[in-house]
Every structure is written in structure tokens, then in C-alpha cells.
């Protein structure tokens, strides 16, 4: 290893030969480093996981364009959207299809434990709006009082989801009503709910009677193939007369709810200030850690000062002292952090993943703050009069 | 230009503190040492050894009077100048001050590369031939705490030497060593600069190396109170 630094820094890497020389401080650096790491990833990870669970919804569905109430930041928030819209919409040349979609949230009471299900009731006629491979049973949503459950929600017994099929369904109560589980695909938990459920609009509208076929809660559209989206969006928004109404594609739909998520509701919000923490933390420990060596280091940094050693060597030794502790504290950090966020995803269903992105960022912000830390700690060397030596 | 002598300092005066606290330490030193010369600088604690010693080594500023330090004025240098200047000089410290967590050969090298653009290989050849020099040839993997008092300050001796320095400035090198390793540092300091044709300037209050020395010069109180030897 030290050959190697030899051969690419051109001069002994002392930063190196510096760090590894005490065994157990080294250790300890690299345990600060490591620390700091899972402190961002979690952070990360924690609001990385609720993006993901706000899109999460989304990718049950496959439409080009949403029309929703204004007041609908969320998919389950806000008005309802009158039909008739719909079919408004339906007169434009390049709209091929449209349904309403009906979304609200069914307490499964399991005696002492229950499961709040985000239900959506869709028109199982129109089986082009659910995605390719979400599930293939949705024609079993049009016998009534049939559901098809998300086989990961949070607090749903997986052999209990795995024994659910069209000739062996598993009925249960909920909102004072019969409901059969013929089928399940996989949706996951999130922060709105412990997982998700879909039916036929009609069985939803037996569930909550105060609710008409004529306003559901949002209208998806979908277009003929090679239509402009953008372009059939400002049509609509001239051929519908009601203008508090939000038009939009619906991937347009998508970010503008996980913006919604993260910058005006609580959790969002609380999450974006844990990672702004995690990081101020984390970069605290990464200025300890560096500073602290530094000063440790100070005589024989002013007896090289007295040779005629520059700034520029200090500066160099402290960067490969920052790339050093980066590289060799991200390791742990990142397996221990993968680690942490497999385990919270495992207890709360989140989708909490360490992500490429996750760990190119943290590692580069461990290097960059350590040698910025670094660098400001070699300031201290001014302070290092090689005179004193004497 | 080789006559001139490596340091020539004339109607030096140095003074520490500011405001009513300044006191003069350095009085109107005149002083010269020739290329190649061996001088031992005496004098009783808080005489002004090391004050000279640092103005000379350009780790301090000078103040007033001239100090002329291998034909360049150092006063009124700056910073860059000085620490430039001071590549061309070998400092040997009271305390070793070797690099812990390096090797004796480690340490030797860093002493090759403060001129920079000197290749790996031949630092490190260079660094084991001082370190041969030296007579610690089979030791020079050791690591500093690995290594005796009088073997550590023969590896500072080998740093110091080993770029070939204009001029070489040791402050007490023997005052941790015992009599007989002692004595082996300062023969080699003297026999090494002989051979180099290296001028050195050696600050000490320990008896037993005076008979070594071409002058010896004794300060008191800031002034130079006695030359002996051939100037």
C-alpha cells in the first residue's frame, strides 16, 4: 500500500504512513468516518424512502394525464372532480380513454390490530389504466364486495398473503361490509397508510354510500399513441370550463405530489431537516477527526516547515489524509448503513434502500468535507513558528 | 563569489514584545562565518543563542541591521524567500525532531525531497547512503522509537547533511546524548562537513566539544563577548 501511494503521489505518502502508524486512533478515525456515514445514509434513506413511497401509487397506474380538484395536492386529498368532465374530455381528438378513480383509505379491523388499506376503486371495464404486471386478475374485481390486497402491507401475516387466490379467497370485514381478497400484488407500506388495496368503483361506492358514481376523486386520460401530451393538456385546460380544476400529465402529477410531501407536509419537512442535521453532524465528526490529527502532528509539521517544506506539502498531506480516511470510513459506513435501512424497511415497510446515488453522494461529501476540514485545519500551522523548535 | 562567507551579519539588532514590553535581546552582532568553517556558539541561558541561531536559520524576521546569509540580504525577505532559503540549510535539532512514524530512511528522504523534483529511487539511495555515513546502515527500516538517543540524532544528522546544505545549523545537538555518543555526533557533524566543504554553526553549552571547533564564540546578554579561534 505504501509503494503504491509512493508511486502515485511521487513522494512519500506520509498522510498514510501518519494515519496507520497508531493503530488505534486509526481505528477510531475511522469509526468517527464510518459513524458519520450511517448518520447521513439513514437520514437519507428515510426521506429517499418516502419519495419513493409517495410515487409508489403512481406505478399502479398507467395514464398520460391527471385532472384532479384544486385543492388535491395528494392523491388522497382534496375535493372530487364532477364526471362529467371526463367526458368533456373524451370529445378531444387525441384522448383515447378516460376513468374515474376513487381513492380513500378502508380500516381492516383484525381484532386489537388493524390495517389502514389507501383503497382505490377503478372500472375494471377499462383494464388499460392498471400497469402491466401489477396483476392480471383485475376482471375479478367486477363480482361485488371483491378485492385485490397488497400482499406487503404492514401488518398483513405474508402466509396469510400468500395463501390468497381467486379458488381460495380470504374474506374479511371492514367499514361494515364484506370484502373478498381474491388476488394480491405488491405495494408496500407507506407514510399514508400500512399498504393498498384495489376494487371495482361500485364496491367502493358500497363502502362509503355518502359517495356518487358521478364525482370521483381524480379522472385519469389516456391518449392515442404519438399524441403531445403537453399539447392535449393546454387544450383541455381551454375546453374545460371549470378553471379551479388542476390539469396535468400525470408524471407532472407525480413530482408535484412529492414535492407537495416533502416542502409542505410535517414529515417531509422533519426528514429534509434530519438529513440537513445528519450532515451538519457528520460533518463536525469529519473536522474533529482532522483537526484533532493536525494538531497532533503539529512539531513534526513545523519541523518540516523549518526544512523548507511549503503550504502546499501540508495542504497535500491533509487531502491524502482526507481521501485516505474517506475511502477506508465509507466502506463500513456503507455496509453498516445498507444494514440499518434493511432492517427499518423490514420492520416498517418502508421502501428504505440504499440507493448508487445515496452512496456517491456520501462518499464524495465525506472527501470533499474532509479535505475542506483539513484545509482549514492546516491554518493552524501558521501558528506552528518552526522558531519555537529551538 | 566562494570567498565571501556563508553568513555575514553586521550591526545586527533584535528586539521581542511590542509597546513597553519590547526588549532588546540581539546587540549590534557583527559576525562572520567563513565557507566551511566549524564554529560552536557558547554562552549562559537566555544569552541569545537561539535568537541568533533562528535569524540566522531564517525562521525569524530581521529587524534591524544587515544578515547576510550565503550572498542573499534577509532582511526585508519574505516569507517565500525565506523558506527557500532555508532548503539550502540543514537544521539539526536539540531533540531529534524525527518524523515518528516514519522510517530512519523515511525521515533521511525527507530531507532529499524539500528541493523537489527529485526522483523516488534515487531520494531513497541517496537517504541510505547518508544513513551508511552515519554508520546506522543496518538500520535504516527502524522506526524512530525503535532506535537510542545517540542513533536518533545520527539519523537527524544524516537529514540535515544528506542535501548537501550550504550550511548547517545545530542547536544543542548533544544535550540529550551521553558522553560517548556525544562525542560520535559532533566527530561526524565535523568530519561529514569537512568532507562536504559544508559550513556549520553549532550552539552549545557542553564543554566536552570545544577542542573541535575552529572558533568559538561566546555571547552574553544579547552581545558577542568573545571570539577565539581563526577568523
Not at chain 1, 384495489?198 to 364496491?203: A, E, I, N
Not at chain 1, 435501512?341 to 456520501?362: F, N, Q, R, S
Not at chain 2, 555518543?181 to 561526524?188: F, G, H, K, R, W
Amino acid at each position: 500500500m505504501t509503494r503504491l501511494l509512493q508511486r502515485l503521489f511521487g513522494r512519500l505518502p506520509i498522510g498514510w504512513l501518519q494515519l496507520t502508524h497508531k493503530r488505534g486512533r486509526f481505528a477510531a478515525a475511522l469509526a468517527g468516518v464510518a459513524f458519520a456515514n450511517v448518520l447521513v445514509f439513514v437520514q437519507l434513506g428515510l426521506m429517499n424512502s418516502m419519495g419513493a413511497a409517495t410515487l409508489k401509487p403512481y406505478e399502479f397506474f398507467q395514464a398520460d394525464i391527471m385532472i384532479s380538484a384544486g385543492d388535491a395536492n395528494a392523491l388522497s386529498e382534496g375535493g372530487n372532480v364532477a364526471r362529467q368532465w371526463m367526458l368533456q374530455a373524451l370529445a378531444d381528438p387525441d384522448v383515447a380513454d378516460g376513468m374515474g378513480l376513487f381513492v380513500s383509505n378502508v380500516l381492516w379491523d383484525r381484532g386489537g390490530t388493524s390495517i389502514s388499506f389507501t383503497s382505490f376503486g377503478i372500472d375494471p371495464a377499462h383494464a388499460g389504466f392498471v400497469a402491466p404486471g401489477l396483476t392480471d386478475d383485475q376482471d375479478l374485481l367486477q363480482v361485488p364486495g371483491a378485492v385485490i390486497l397488497d400482499r406487503l402491507a404492514r401488518g398483513l401475516p405474508p402466509e396469510e398473503a400468500a395463501a390468497i387466490r381467486p379458488q381460495t379467497p380470504l374474506r374479511f370485514e371492514a367499514q361494515g361490509r364484506t370484502l373478498t381478497a381474491m388476488a394480491t400484488f405488491a405495494g408496500g407500506g407507506g407514510f399514508g397508510g400500512d399498504g393498498f388495496m384495489l376494487m371495482s368503483d361500485q364496491t367502493f361506492l358500497s363502502l362509503f354510500p355518502a359517495r356518487t358514481s358521478a364525482a370521483p376523486d381524480h379522472i385519469l386520460l389516456r391518449l392515442r399513441p404519438g399524441s403531445d401530451v403537453a399539447a392535449t393538456v393546454t387544450r383541455l385546460r381551454g375546453l374545460i370550463s371549470d378553471q379551479s380544476l388542476r390539469i396535468r400529465s400525470f408524471a407532472d402529477a407525480a413530482q408535484e405530489d412529492l414535492r407537495y410531501q416533502q416542502t409542505q407536509r410535517p414529515t417531509g419537512v422533519i426528514f429534509g431537516f434530519g438529513v440537513l442535521i445528519g450532515v451538519l453532524v457528520g460533518i463536525v465528526i469529519v473536522y474533529q477527526v482532522l483537526s484533532a490529527d493536525v494538531a497532533d502532528h503539529l512539531r513534526e509539521y513545523a519541523t518540516f516547515k523549518a526544512m523548507g517544506y511549503g503550504s502546499r506539502f501540508f495542504l497535500g498531506i491533509v487531502l491524502e489524509e482526507a481521501l485516505v480516511l474517506g475511502l477506508f470510513g465509507f466502506v463500513p459506513g456503507v455496509l453498516i448503513g445498507t444494514g440499518i435501512l434493511m432492517l427499518m424497511g423490514a420492520v416498517t415497510t418502508l421502501p428504505l434502500t440504499m440507493t448508487p446515488g445515496m452512496a456517491v453522494t456520501v462518499f464524495l461529501g465525506t472527501v470533499v468535507f474532509s479535505a475542506l476540514s483539513g484545509a482549514i485545519a492546516t491554518r493552524r500551522l501558521a501558528a506552528a513558528d518552526p522558531a519555537d523548535l529551538f | 563569489m566562494s570567498d565571501d562567507p556563508a553568513v555575514d551579519v553586521r550591526g545586527l539588532n533584535h528586539w521581542f514584545g511590542t509597546g513597553d514590553a519590547r526588549k532588546q535581546a540581539m546587540f549590534d552582532i557583527d559576525l562572520r562565518l567563513p565557507r566551511g568553517s566549524f564554529t560552536v556558539l557558547m554562552g549562559p541561558s537566555g544569552s541569545g543563542k537561539t535568537t541568533l541561531l533562528t535569524l540566522i536559520g531564517c525562521l525569524r524576521s530581521v529587524q534591524e541591521g544587515s544578515a547576510r546569509l550565503l550572498n542573499q540580504e534577509l532582511h526585508g525577505a519574505g516569507a517565500e524567500e525565506l523558506s527557500h532559503l532555508r532548503q539550502r540549510l540543514g537544521f539539526i535539532f536539540q531533540a531529534h525532531n524525527l518524523h515518528e512514524s516514519l522510517t530512519a530512511q523515511q525521515n533521511v528522504v525527507m530531507g532529499v525531497q524539500v528541493s523537489g523534483g527529485i526522483p523516488d529511487d534515487v531520494a531513497q539511495q541517496a537517504a541510505a547512503h547518508a544513513l551508511g555515513l552515519v554508520g546506522l546502515s543496518d538500520r535504516i527500516n527502524y522506526l524512530p522509537a525503535n532506535l537510542s538517543g545517540g542513533q536518533k540524532q545520527r539519523v537527524a544528522v544524516a537529514r540535515a547533511l544528506v542535501g548537501n546544505p550550504a550550511l548547517v545549523l545545530a542547536d544543542e545537538p548533544t544535550a540529550a546524548l551521553d558522553k560517548d555518543s556525544a562525542a560520535d555526533v559532533v566527530d561526524l557533524l565535523k568530519r561529514m562537513g569537512a568532507a562536504r566543504g559544508t559550513t556549520t554553526l553549532l550552539v552549545t553549552h557542553d564543554n566536552r566539544i570545544l577542542d573541535r571547533a575552529d572558533r568559538i564564540l561566546t555571547l552574553e546578554d544579547g552581545r558577542i563577548v568573545s571570539v577565539s579561534g581563526q577568523c
